[in-house]
């Protein structure tokens, strides 16, 4: 049996919003216990010219959501980006795994070939479903992910490897 855009993408969209919500935990504990305001968490940002923590949630959540849109066609849901605190950015990633879990596999089935239009500020680009999926959603998504993680690690909060990558299913 070969691999779908589905097994590929919601399923692996889930485990990953599953361990990013265990790490938002952990810093959301480590400034409890080191008595930083949340915001120093929640602000916090790589670099300068780089989004902060909630930003990357958010963007994990949108590309998690249009592929479940684009592709599985289902109706988009609107999120507005009001997240602010941990309750809130927790409340974000239930929502998101609510959308995607609703999403049958079989509404995926065939789609490789569609068309997908991702439209952006500056015009729009065109894939099939399948280069949309392997060359832009799976890329994007953990790169907000990651950066997520990287941003938390970087303020000290203490996660490491396996927490990213969460238990063993």
């Known amino acids: 049996m070969s691999l779908s855009l589905y097994d590929i993408t919601l399923p692996a969209f889930i485990r990953a919003f599953e361990n990013l919500s265990a790490i938002l935990k952990k810093g959301e504990t480590f400034a409890d216990q080191n008595g930083l305001d949340h915001k120093e968490l929640l602000e916090a940002r790589l670099i300068d010219d780089m989004a902060p923590l909630t930003a990357q949630i958010q963007r994990a959540s949108d590309t998690a959501k249009f592929v479940a849109v684009r592709v599985a066609g ?31 596999a079989s509404a995926m089935e065939g789609k490789d070939e569609a068309e997908v239009v991702l439209k952006t500020g500056s015009g729009s680009m065109t894939f099939t479903a399948r280069d949309y999926v392997l060359g832009f959603a799976i890329p994007n998504f953990y790169f907000h992910v990651t950066t997520a993680y990287a941003i938390l690690r970087h303020k000290g909060v203490p996660v490491g490897k396996m927490d990213y990558l969460g238990p063993r299913s």
């Open 74 to 104: 289902i109706d988009n849901v609107p999120m507005v980006d009001e997240e602010v605190t941990f309750a809130d950015l927790h409340a974000r990633i239930d929502r998101t795994v609510e959308i995607l879990k609703a999403v049958e």
